[in-house]
Structure formats: C-alpha cells, structure tokens
C-alpha cells in the first residue's frame, strides 16, 4: 500500500479522498496495491470526517516522514503550495496538483526539480477539471506538431454565457444566479476576466512549445462587458457569444489570447454549454480533435488528481519526462493578429462605410445603435479605425 498525503482539504482536497475511497477496489489493481491517504495538512480540524484523525497542521510532519511517496497539492494559490511543493520534491517525494496559479507561475521550475530529484511533478487537474488533456498532448499527441489549441476552459463564464443566451438576461443578474447555485466565488474576477482561463491557456501553450510561456504576456480580455443586446445581435446572426482561449502557430511564432467570440454553429465549440469545457486541437498529422467533459467540479477534478497519483505509483522508480523548460517564449506580436470583429456603434451607416467599406450592416431592432461586421483585419488596424467610430461594444467573430 502506498502511502500519499493531500495539502489542503477543500472542495478538490476531500474529493481526492473521496475518489480513493469510492474506486478503493479499482485503484487497488492499477496502483501497486492501492493508496492511502495518511496524513491531511490543514490549517482547520474537521471532527466527524472520515480524515479527522488524519489531520496534521505542520508541513515538516509530512515532508520527513519517508513512508510518504506520493503528495497531493489542492491548497491553490502560489504561496505557500509553491514552498510546501518545493520541500516534497526536494525530500524526494512525487506531487501532483490541480492548482493552475502554481503551473503556470512555477511548473518549468518545479518540472526541473523533479527531474533532479528523480520523482514526479504530474498536473492533469490544472487545465480542464477532469477532462484528459495534458497527458495526451505529453504523449498522445507527441507525434504531431500542434498548429493550434482553442478551448473553453472556465466552466463559470460558460455557464452565464449559456444562461445570458437562453434568457435574454443581463451580466449581473447571471453573475448572482452562479454565484448562489456555487459556480461563482463571491469574488468571481479570476473567472469573469478570464484571468482563470488565461492560466490555463498559458500552460497548455508551454507544454506544446516546450518553454515558459508568462500568462501576463497574454492578450486576456472577460465577459464583463457582454450584455444581453450583444446576445440579441449574435442571435440575429445566428451565432453563440463564447470566452475562448487559443493559442496557434503562425509565421511570426505563437499567438495566444483570451477573449470572447462570435461563432458559428459550425464551430466544433459551438454546442459546449453550461459548465462543460472542451479542448480543440488541431495537429499537422492529427487534424481535429476535441476533448470535452466537467471542466470543474469536486469529483471530476478529483478523479483526475488521482488518475495521476495512480501513474505516479506505476512510476515510483523513474521520472515522467515533461518538456517544458524555463527558458520564457516571447509570444507573436498580437497587434498584427488578424481578426473579425464584430462592432455595435451609434454612429451611421454611412460613417461605418467611410471608415470600414463594405461592412456587414445588420439591425437587431435596438434604438440608437446597429451593428456590423469587418473584413479580416490586424488588431492594430481596428484599433486605428475603430477610434473613429462611438463604439458602443466589440466582439471577435469566429469561424
């Protein structure tokens, strides 16, 4: 029986121990015997749990007990998982986590350290929830040059865009529908800014790439200023408006982004509703693919940190090579990223002519307003247009 510690006891934390406990049998047959979970560190006691009398309050309890092989991260946060992830490696001890704050800030160097120390660093958990991506783009996929990654990777914005749609309702009043049914925190920035989902997006691309690609150098825009007469014109247009991450080659290097779009019922996202996430790739040998499932959630995440403590056991002696190095990707120029954009002003059919030409004029019924579609166009160069217009709202449009 191999012995494991989870650090932090929330809702992915005691899912963990749930999960062990449920498939208890199952894993029992995958994992060398089965693991166990013997020490919890937390700052709170919790009488009446299964782990109560598992509870510890002191890391160095953990890292210097040599029973311990295997230890799960679900604290969240950079500090203190990145100190208390640091020790178990440094004590030769494998971790996996779910915490995106911590891989996308710290996983090159804590992919490193492993390495050094012979044991693993797994963090299937920190993109997508339970759905399956980065162990198949470490070894699936590793035959194929992947030319793109589009994703919706934040099962909150999926979920008030999806009611926003239905509904005909507007920003706040979805936003407080998530956050009493427990898809929103009660401070939602992370998600509603698309701060989450550009965490992820970043880690995605420095596993593709192989180098530390920095989520503060990405274009990163939310959901804060759609609103339901945005939702009325992309009806009108027979589209759904979604926060998309993406990340593609192109000749002057990777582009990432975080945004909302346009797009069409053709799109392979278009039908990812509510708060399911999906993955599309798209590789030079491969073609498409798309991974879809809960991209959040106590068990479906659980079930992945421990999907990756069981491939720790069956890699006990030897390390898991990622490639992801420190060595920062500067990213493509996003002001020469060619886009569509979609465009609601104030200002006259005519004006919209001068300054853009033949646009695509359409007329959702609303007062004072209409919208319209470009041409292909550079992000500077809509910028540079669009100043001349009384833009009321913009929207990305996708295939």
């Given at each position: 029986?191999i012995?494991a510690?989870?650090?932090g006891?929330g809702t992915i ?6 999960v062990l406990?449920i498939?208890q049998?199952s894993?029992a ?5 089965g693991?166990e979970?013997?020490y919890?560190l ?5 009488p009446g749990?299964p782990i109560?009398d ?6 160095n309890?953990i890292v210097?007990d040599p ?8 604290m ?5 998982a990145y ?5 178990m490696l440094?004590?030769?001890?494998h971790v ?5 704050a911590?891989v996308a ?7 490193a ?15 997508g929830g339970?759905?399956p991506i980065?162990r ?9 040059e ?7 990777l934040n099962?909150?914005t999926?979920?008030?865009m999806?009611?926003m749609?239905?509904e005909?309702?507007e ?6 529908d998530?956050?009493e049914k ?5 401070d ?7 701060y989450?989902?550009?965490?992820k ?12 690609v920095d989520?503060?150098d990405?274009?990163t825009?939310g959901?804060t200023k759609?609103s339901?007469?945005?939702?009325k ?6 589209r759904a ?9 192109t000749d002057?290097g990777?582009l990432?982004m975080?945004a ?6 053709e799109?392979?996202?278009?039908n990812v509703n ?8 798209r590789g030079?040998v491969?073609?498409?693919a798309m991974?879809y499932?809960?991209?959040?959630g ?7 940190v421990?999907?990756d403590m069981?491939d ?6 030897c ?9 920062k990707?500067?990213l ?5 990223a060619e886009?569509?954009f979609?465009?609601?002003?104030s200002s ?7 300054i853009f030409?033949?646009?695509d004029?359409i007329?959702?019924g609303?007062?004072g307003e209409?919208?319209?579609v470009t041409?292909?166009m550079t992000?500077d160069?809509f910028a ?9 709202s913009?929207i990305r449009?996708g295939q």
């Amino acid at each position: 029986m191999i012995k494991a510690a989870v650090m932090g006891y929330g809702t992915i934390g005691s899912g963990v121990a749930e999960v062990l406990r449920i498939n208890q049998d199952s894993i029992a047959g995958k994992a060398n015997g089965g693991i166990e979970v013997k020490y919890v560190l937390d700052l709170r006691d919790f009488p009446g749990d299964p782990i109560q009398d598992k509870v510890v309050h002191d890391v160095n309890i953990i890292v210097n007990d040599p029973e311990i092989q295997i230890v799960v991260e679900t604290m969240g946060g950079v500090e203190p998982a990145y100190t208390f992830v640091k020790a178990m490696l440094e004590a030769g001890k494998h971790v996996t986590t779910s915490n995106k704050a911590l891989v996308a800030d710290k996983g090159a160097e804590l992919i490193a350290l492993a390495r050094e120390k012979n044991v693993n660093f797994l963090f299937e958990a920190s993109v997508g929830g339970g759905i399956p991506i980065i162990r198949p783009l470490n070894s699936s996929l590793t035959a194929d040059e992947i030319e793109e990654i589009t994703g919706i990777l934040n099962g909150t914005t999926n979920y008030m865009m999806t009611k926003m749609a239905n509904e005909g309702l507007e920003f706040d009043d979805v936003l407080k529908d998530a956050q009493e049914k427990g898809y929103a925190e009660k401070d939602p920035t992370a998600d509603v800014e698309g701060y989450d989902a550009c965490r992820k997006i970043a880690i995605l691309t420095s596993l593709v790439c192989g180098r530390q690609v920095d989520f503060q150098d990405i274009h990163t825009e939310g959901i804060t200023k759609i609103s339901a007469a945005d939702m009325k014109y992309a009806k009108k247009m027979g589209r759904a408006i979604k926060l998309l991450a993406s990340s593609r080659k192109t000749d002057g290097g990777y582009l990432a982004m975080v945004a909302p779009f346009m797009i069409s019922p053709e799109h392979p996202l278009y039908n990812v509703n509510d708060v399911f996430n999906a993955v599309f790739v798209r590789g030079n040998v491969l073609g498409d693919a798309m991974f879809y499932g809960s991209g959040a959630g106590k068990l479906p995440t659980a079930s992945a940190v421990v999907a990756d403590m069981v491939d720790i056991a069956r890699h006990l002696d030897c390390h898991i090579g990622i490639e992801w190095s420190s060595k920062k990707l500067e990213l493509a120029d996003f002001g020469k990223a060619e886009n569509v954009f979609f465009v609601r002003t104030s200002s006259g059919e005519d004006t919209i002519r001068q300054i853009f030409g033949d646009a695509d004029v359409i007329d959702a019924g609303i007062g004072g307003e209409i919208g319209f579609v470009t041409d292909v166009m550079t992000e500077d160069a809509f910028a540079e247009k669009s100043a001349k217009l009384n833009v009321i709202s913009v929207i990305r449009v996708g295939q």
